[in-house]
C-alpha cells in the first residue's frame, strides 16, 4: 500500500499558473500508473491526466490540454500537475492516485487508465480556487 498527500493547491486569479504536487510514500511509487483527478462541487470526479510508470506515455482530458502537464519524477517518488493559463472551471478538489494496473510497471504495454475505477490508493485532495 502507498500513501499520497497533495500540496501546492490555493487561490489564483484566471489566468495564472499553479503547481500541485504528490507525495507518495514509498519506492513502489516507480512502479503505478499516476493520475491527477478532479471534483467540483456538487459534480462527479473526474479525469484530468495520467501518465504510466516511467513517464513515457500520457493522456490529458480535453479540458486541460495545452493547458496542464502531468509528470514525475520517480527517484523522489513525486508527481506533479502544472496547471496554466487557470480558468474559472478549473476550480476543483485535485487528487492524485495510483494503480497497479494498466500503465504500471507491471503492466507496461497498456496504456494509463482514465478510469477511476483502476486507481486503488488515493490522496485527501488539494483545493484549487481560480477567480474570475
Known amino acids: 500500500q502507498v500513501q499520497l498527500v497533495e500540496s501546492g493547491g490555493g487561490l489564483v486569479q484566471a489566468g495564472g499558473s499553479l503547481r500541485v504536487s504528490c507525495a507518495a510514500s514509498?519506492?513502489?511509487?516507480?512502479?503505478?500508473?499516476m493520475g491527477w483527478f478532479r471534483q467540483a462541487p456538487g459534480k462527479e470526479r473526474e479525469f484530468v491526466a495520467v501518465i504510466n510508470w516511467s513517464g513515457g506515455s500520457i493522456y490529458y482530458a480535453d479540458s486541460v490540454k495545452g493547458r496542464f502537464t502531468i509528470s514525475r519524477d520517480n527517484a523522489k517518488n513525486t508527481l506533479y500537475l502544472q496547471m496554466n493559463n487557470l480558468k474559472p472551471e478549473d476550480t476543483a478538489v485535485y487528487y492524485c492516485a495510483a494503480s497497479p494496473y494498466s500503465g504500471s510497471f507491471y503492466y507496461p504495454q497498456s496504456p494509463p487508465t482514465r478510469s477511476i475505477d483502476e486507481y486503488d490508493y488515493w490522496g485527501q485532495g488539494t483545493r484549487v480556487t481560480v477567480s474570475s
Open positions: 514509498k519506492r513502489t511509487f516507480s512502479s503505478y500508473a
